[in-house]
């Protein structure tokens, strides 16, 4: 399985405080014994921490049965072979939690549609979570079912992909949209087809969030809609502080690359740079230089990380987020 490295989208903010501090969320503490799932059966249609929450889908219609949204499961098989509803709905591929083998014990299966909402008022923000198949997605595509096709088709051929598109919202305002490849058959070369089969890391576009929304697409559709059974898993959710968006409209356009980085990146703005500082997770200066031009080389010899990097001009001054790895 080929190691995926998403380029998040940069988005400008005006800095209003240099404290910084980070949560993460890896539903442990909701201690289910193995094998157990909340999917909203017992009456409770939602989990929350304080700071996320997300609605659990459960319709009492025909009996009842998950309908929508999540489920928080202790289940472990990410056994490969024929796909089976009923053993591997609530199964992520990897078998574990993103934690890691007899650590990770609960993650949230989400199905098309998913939802989750920050409850911060713009305190924290999602900064990334880490993405896997379910079970029983990843064995529908990797063999086909009576409802699905096997991607790539029996020769390997075909331009299949799955993906996971996450759209963070503010105030009812789109903020920012990424695709993520559950799987992907697209390349004209076979040896670089894959399906998703361990926990990925991705870090989130945007920064004012107030709500996250989780959209499915397949290539493989029919009838009534996406053959692909349609569902993923989430878990080791990160939370850190916002820095406020004011008329951002007033600031140039910014850009900063290349990013994931080594350490050595360029900053490039269509108005004229004074300086640049680079903080890291817990708001500590680990670089700071003086600056005169509209593109500036920055060199750090920092640990691997998230580091905010803010940049100053006659306008003010804009932060955006920088990958060291």
Known sequence: MKKIKLLTTLMVMTVTSAAW?????????????????????????????????????????????????????????GQEGASDFNTQL??????????????????????????????????????????????????????????AKKFGGQDG????????????YWQGESQSTQRVALADFRSSNAAQD?????????????????SIVFRLYSSDNGDFGMNTPAFFAIDRLYMDRTESVHSAANYPALILYPNPS?????????????????????????HEQKASGHRVPCNLQVPNGWYTVRVYHATGVQSLRLICN
């Open 21 to 77: 501090c980070q949560l993460e969320e890896g539903f442990e503490s909701l201690s289910l014994d193995s094998g157990q799932v909340l999917n909203g059966s017992d009456g409770n249609l939602s989990y929350s921490n304080g700071s996320i929450e997300l609605p659990l889908g459960w319709d009492t219609s025909w009996g009842g049965y998950w309908a929508s949204n999540w489920a928080l499961s202790a289940k472990v098989n």
């Open 90 to 147: 609530y199964c992520a591929k990897p078998g574990w939690g993103a934690e890691g083998e007899g650590v990770g014990k609960v993650y949230a299966i989400g199905q098309n549609g998913a939802y989750l909402l920050n409850k911060t008022g713009g305190g924290l923000r999602l900064a990334s979570l880490y993405v896997a198949n379910s079970t029983y997605a990843y064995n529908s595509m990797k063999n086909g079912d009576m409802f």
């Open 157 to 168: 051929s075909q331009a299949d992909s799955f993906l996971l598109e996450i759209e963070t």
């Open 194 to 210: 894959s399906i998703m089969g361990a926990w990925n890391q991705i870090l989130l576009s945007g920064f004012l969030q107030d």
């Open 262 to 286: 080594s350490g050595q990146f360029w900053v490039e703005s269509t108005m004229p740079v004074t300086g640049i500082e680079v903080l890291d997770l817990s708001g500590r200066r680990v």
